[in-house]
């Protein structure tokens, strides 16, 4: 069924940039054998599933929509997707993404653009906006996404989909092409505060990674605690961020909806203040691109990916490879994070970012001392169209409901809420939980569903 409904939407949607009919129909053929055999399903048997381009998985090329992965075969499957199919998903393919993640839009793929299935005019979000959008339009039940700066929680906002940013450190980054590490976190995105939740367990379940330095052990119990309730739970609402500006009225009523839904179960709406949040982008476009430039150093025109041919000398190919298998936004963040992190340069700014980094991670953890959970948009608009936000700075500017909550390593789910009264797009709420509480922050998403 997955596989038509890819034949009747993907030339429209183009979510995809690989498809494996053959891969799908052999694991399917599996969970029908041990369903012929009497034995015990796994729990997500049969589910389709699709995997953003930036995972590795082995039988498929792991591109990073990049010239300079287009033919790079995946050598190993990366823990997340092995931990899908071990919970008896089936993978349909490999879904489109900005470069290297790079992007609000998945604008920047350097194959094809993906359209939003709502109105093709319009953009997916980014950068997981081919796992977004397969999901949106039905072909895929289940993806799996990765969240540096907002790129899960937008494009589920953008395309009506329920999508989580787990608590850093719970999924394992392992077989996952480094963006920036100590902010990277994979999540899946679903139709149901359900199916993430039963994806997550999938994602926890067999522990700690020991190939991820960063991974940590949690419960896998955020189905069982999905119906929990708000009764008596204290909601932060963050008055600056309701009040900024760029925030479309219908974004915004989306999140006073949620807020009301909150308060009608028996929850307590509270301001909460977050004093450090006009650092936040500043500090996210250092640090960030810091680490993009350090993690994409090893794409040299030697080890990996796209090598220039016909050069006379070493630093000529690596230059030239570099030159023409990287796109444009991919050069300003390596570019941009060069000279951030060079001799004098340093001090000034990486330094600064990451002091700014520790103030917004005590604003969260002050705020949480009052509240279980902050309610926040999750995007200023809702999908725009194609070429609307062209300007780089405009786009980075998009991120500021998200990316706070990476500087802070906080779990975040963006719930949809209808469609906007003015543009007709979907509209969504976001909820952000304490460090580690993941399953009580689902059970928050689940209760404005
Ligand atoms: N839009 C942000 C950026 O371009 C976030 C991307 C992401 O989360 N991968 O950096």
Redesign the pocket.
């Known amino acids: 069924a997955a596989l038509s409904a890819i034949d009747a939407r993907e030339s429209d949607v183009r979510a995809f940039l690989q498809v494996t009919p053959e891969v799908a129909l052999g694991a399917a053929a599996c969970v029908d054998a041990l369903r012929a055999a009497g034995e015990p399903l796994p729990p997500l048997a049969g589910v389709p599933l699709a995997i953003k381009d930036n995972m590795n998985m082995l039988g498929t090329r792991t591109t990073c929509a990049s010239r300079m992965l287009e033919n790079y075969e995946s050598p190993y499957t990366a823990t997340c997707v092995q931990r899908m199919l071990d919970a008896g998903c089936v993978p349909l393919g490999k879904a489109n993404m ?1 470069e290297f ?4 839009s998945t604008e920047s793929s350097a194959f094809h653009r993906t359209n939003n299935p709502w109105d093709l005019e319009r953009v997916p979000g ?3 906006g081919g796992s977004a959008a397969a999901v949106a339009a039905g072909m895929a039940t289940l993806s799996l996404g ?7 929680r ?1 494009p589920a906002a953008l395309c009506g989909v329920v999508g989580m940013k787990p608590t850093y450190g719970i999924v394992s980054r392992y077989g996952v092409v480094a ?1 920036g590490s100590s902010l ?1 976190q994979v999540g899946p995105f679903g139709r149901t505060t359900a199916d993430v939740a039963l994806s997550l367990d999938a994602l926890v379940s067999g522990g700690r990674d020991a190939y991820d330095g960063t991974s940590r052990d949690v419960e896998a119990s955020f189905a069982a605690h999905l119906e929990d309730g708000v009764a008596g739970r204290r909601v932060g609402i963050v008055p600056a961020f309701m009040e900024a500006a760029g925030l479309a009225p219908e974004v915004k009523h989306a999140a006073e909806r949620a807020a009301r839904s909150l308060a009608d179960q028996g929850a307590e709406l509270v301001e909460v203040d977050l004093p450090h949040l006009d650092a936040a982008i500043a500090a ?2 250092v640090i ?1 691109p810091a680490e993009a430039f350090s993690n994409l150093a090893r794409f040299d025109g030697v080890r990996y990916g796209y090598q220039e041919p016909g050069c006379a000398n070493l630093a000529e190919q690596s230059a030239k490879s570099r030159a023409h298998g990287f796109g444009a936004e991919a050069k300003r963040r390596q570019l941009l994070g060069a000279y951030l992190l060079s001799s004098g340069v340093y001090d000034k700014y990486y330094f600064a970012a990451q002091k700014a980094r520790t103030l917004i991670t005590s604003d969260y953890a002050r705020a949480f001392e009052q509240v279980d959970a902050i309610l926040m948009p999750a995007s200023p608009t809702a999908a725009f169209k194609f070429g609307e936000l062209s300007d780089p700075t405009q ?2 500017l998009s ?1 500021l409901f ?2 706070s909550i ?1 500087i802070a390593g906080n779990g975040g789910v963006t719930v949809p809420m209808g469609l906007g009264e003015d543009s007709g797009m979907p509209v969504a709420a976001q909820l952000v939980g304490k460090p580690f509480d993941d399953a009580r922050l689902l059970s928050f998403a689940r209760a404005v569903e």
Do not use: H
């Open positions: 900005d993640a790079f992007g609000s980014g950068s997981s990765s969240d540096t700066g907002g790129s899960i937008q963006f990277d996210y476009y960030g786009m980075y991120d998200t990316i990476n």
